[in-house]
């Protein structure tokens, strides 16, 4: 009889710990579940900004802009290169192709 209720003990707190672990995985996921709409959010916002700075970059970088900047005054000491003034230098052809 004492061996049946110690084996019977033995399940018993085997099982508890087995639902205890279980259910704290189960209350992990669900903060995880809790938290991924701000992270999603987070995400959207995220892109939003980078399409805006690629917007804001697009719009500085324009060939209109880029005329108007070398129009004004603290740019008119620049000029273009002439032919002659260019160097180019061609590739290192890579040995081990």
Known sequence: ML?????LGICVGVFGTLLFFYLEKQNELTQLK????????????LREESR???YEID?????THL???AHRPEFGHLKYPLLKEILTVPEAIASNE
Request: aromatic share 4%; no cysteine.
């Open 52 to 54: 805006h700075l690629r």
């Open 59 to 63: 719009q500085f970088e324009s060939p």
């Open 34 to 45: 809790i938290q991924l709409p701000k992270i999603e959010r987070q995400i959207a916002n």
């Open 67 to 69: 005329i108007e900047l």
């Open 3 to 7: 061996n049946l209720l110690v084996r």
